[in-house]
Nanobody, 125 residues
Framework: QVQLVESGGGLVQAGDSLRLSCAAS????????VGWFRQAPGKEREFVAV????????IYADSVKGRFTISRDTAKNTVYLQMNNLKPEDTAVYYC??????????????????WGQGTQVTVSS
C-alpha cells in the first residue's frame, strides 16, 4: 500500500511558477510510475505528466510541454512537478497518482493504483 501526499499548491498570477510535491509513505516509489493529473470544475480529470521511477523516463501532455517539468528525488522518495509560465487555464486541483508498472505512453486515470488527496492551483489573469 502506498500513501501519497501532495503539497505546494496555491494562488499565483499568470506567468508565475509553482512547484508541487508528491511524497510517498508506506513503501518507496521503486518500480512505480508516478503521474500528475488535474481536474478543473466541471471537467474530467486530465493527464499532465508521468515519470517512471527506475528509468527516469517522462511523458507530458501537449498542453504543458515546455512549461512543466516532472522529476524525482530518490533520497526523499518524492516526485515534483515544476510549473512555469502558469496560465489561467492551468487552474485545477492537481492530483498525484502511482501505478505499479512501467508506463510508456499516456494511459487513463483508471490505470493508476493509488491517489493523493489533491492540491489546489489557482492562476489569476
Amino acid at each position: 500500500q502506498v500513501q501519497l501526499v501532495e503539497s505546494g499548491g496555491g494562488l499565483v498570477q499568470a506567468g508565475d511558477s509553482l512547484r508541487l510535491s508528491c511524497a510517498a509513505s508506506g513503501r518507496t516509489f521503486s518500480g512505480y510510475a508516478v503521474g500528475w493529473f488535474r481536474q478543473a470544475p466541471g471537467k474530467e480529470r486530465e493527464f499532465v505528466a508521468v515519470i517512471n521511477w527506475r528509468a527516469g523516463s517522462t511523458i507530458y501532455a501537449d498542453s504543458v510541454k515546455g512549461r512543466f517539468t516532472i522529476s524525482r528525488d530518490t533520497a526523499k522518495n518524492t516526485v515534483y512537478l515544476q510549473m512555469n509560465n502558469l496560465k489561467p487555464e492551468d487552474t485545477a486541483v492537481y492530483y498525484c497518482a502511482a501505478a505499479d508498472r512501467f508506463i510508456g505512453y499516456v494511459v487513463p486515470a483508471s490505470a493508476y493504483d493509488y491517489w493523493g488527496q489533491g492540491t489546489q492551483v489557482t492562476v489569476s489573469s
